[in-house]
């Protein structure tokens, strides 16, 4: 309809809060007004038909939404900042609705769970649906970087303190419960920093990295066997050479994800593992992180009657880590000893004694 044809003005008043209370259109032509079927319904007035603008929109059987966007064309916003606020809600709600019946049922539950609101979600589109590409767990071990740039373009989009990381670590817990790994998910942070020593265990070179750890169909493995860790690079080489019949691996320091993997393919293939480090607090708290990622290692060397049986080797630290507590009983013990002593033994000094 040719709303310019009919109407001369448009009467629109409006409350204190801008919604519309009444519409009124002044109409001259009588042939328009007879197609409507309003002509005999009308009083005329100085030449034309004053006619409510509902009662065009009922007699055409449409809804008045329908023909704003003609109508402002012509006389700007119609709607009330309320109404126009609930028209965006709802179309927000519509675009989110729809957005939810593309995802599965545990891709869905997750993504809930996160209580995203239809108006962050409307922003952020882009993004979710890119990060939601990240619950498909990837079928060969990848790099955090090379799956980063995969999915958002950007190596870095998974570094930590990022909004895509944060993504993905609550993505994981979802999926593999609250100790949830990156390994889970067959992704490694870095494979030129994450390598194991290990003497006399695996047909394979000294230093194994993750990336060939991470299938254990290419790791010859021993089973049924005691094998022995050691915190310390030199003590491993001393006793893998004093004990060529023995199996040792070595964690440098703070032992790497292919560390840990490696031990929780060595413990499933049910080996019984040692582990010895430094007498120390910060030896302590490694230690006991480990014991708490793996309760069935056992630990060698790292109780208070090794503390107390060595103490010509206890030396005055010069810098040591301050452990507040630890959580297996034996370290509990020898924790209070060396904070009350004051001394440490390294190793070293222990296993030269063997």
């Not at 964690?251 to 929780?264: E, H, K, M, N, S």
Request: with cysteine; net charge neutral; hydrophobic share 40%.
């Amino acid at each position: 309809m040719d709303w310019w044809q009919i109407t001369r003005d448009l009467y629109l008043e409006k409350g204190s809060h801008g919604q519309i209370k009444n519409w009124t259109v002044k109409v001259e032509d009588e042939l328009a007004l007879s197609r409507l079927g309003l002509l005999g319904k009308l009083t005329q007035k100085n030449g034309t038909y004053q006619v409510k603008v509902w009662r065009i929109f009922k007699q055409l059987g449409i809804a008045k939404e329908d023909i704003f966007p003609e109508l402002e064309v012509r006389y700007g916003k119609l709607l009330s900042q309320k109404d126009q606020a609930d028209q965006i809600n709802t179309q927000r709600q519509t675009a989110f609705t729809n957005f939810l019946t593309q995802l599965d049922t545990a891709q869905k539950e997750f993504f809930l769970s996160l209580d995203v609101s239809p108006k962050v979600w409307e922003k952020q589109a882009n993004f979710y649906r890119s990060a939601l590409q990240m619950w498909s767990r990837p079928s060969q071990p990848t790099l955090l970087a090379a799956y980063a740039l995969k999915i958002f373009s950007n190596p870095h989009a998974l570094d930590y303190g990022r909004k895509e990381r944060n993504f993905l670590e609550k993505l994981l817990v979802a999926q593999y419960g609250p100790d949830a790994r990156l390994d889970d998910h067959n992704l490694y942070q870095d494979q030129l920093a994450n390598f194991v020593g290990t003497a006399n265990l695996l047909v394979s070179p000294l230093n194994f990295d993750l990336i060939s750890l991470a299938d254990v169909t290419t790791v010859d493995l021993p089973r049924g066997q005691n094998i022995y860790l050691h915190e310390n690079s030199g003590v491993t080489t001393v006793l893998a050479r004093r004990y060529p019949d023995r199996k040792f691996v070595c964690t440098a320091g703070q032992p790497t994800l292919a560390c840990r993997l490696l031990i929780t393919r060595l413990l499933a293939a049910n080996n019984t593992l040692y582990y010895s480090g430094d007498l120390d607090q910060t030896g302590l708290k490694i230690a006991d992180n480990l014991l708490q990622d793996f309760p069935a290692l056992k630990l060698k060397n790292m109780d208070l009657e090794t503390y107390h049986k060595y103490q010509k080797q206890a030396v005055v630290p010069s810098k040591d880590r301050h452990i507040k507590q630890v959580q297996h009983p034996a370290l509990q013990s020898l924790l209070t000893a060396i904070q009350s002593e004051g001394k440490i033994i390294f190793e070293e000094a222990i296993h030269e004694l063997l």
